[in-house]
């Protein structure tokens, strides 16, 4: 993806954890050879249409529980918990909205329903096409955004 569409990226996150009061910071960039996940828990999107491509979120325990807690308006939040799950997807799947909505240029783009994908000393490897890694520290913590996106 071009610099500019990185740029898209970064800023549609920083929107979106503006709102909750997270301390974003943006890292670096890194490629990679294969699209997988780089922390224990990971929310997988697909994307369909004009574009294809997968976008996959990883962050670690600490990270989970303070999205769910946000998300879901609670002081606590448990990783077994399917309501606590359902909450961070869907502010990862309001991310992939908002970015599709600049990439769109027009075209239709479709979403998948998100995909959770965790566990201690868990790697999923998603497809080997070269991506990229965007690190960022939330609160303190590592989130990572793996993707690879094609216009077709």
Known sequence: MASAEKNIFIETFEEIFSYLDFD???????PLSTLSNVLQHNILVGVSGSMRGNIIFSFNVKTFRELAACMMGSEKANEEDIFAVSAVADLFTEFCKRLIKFLNRNKEIFLSSPIGISGNGMTAMISPVPSKNLFFKLNGERLAIAYY???I
């Open 24 to 30: 974003l910071k943006f890292l670096n960039e890194v």
């Open 149 to 151: 996106l094609e216009e």
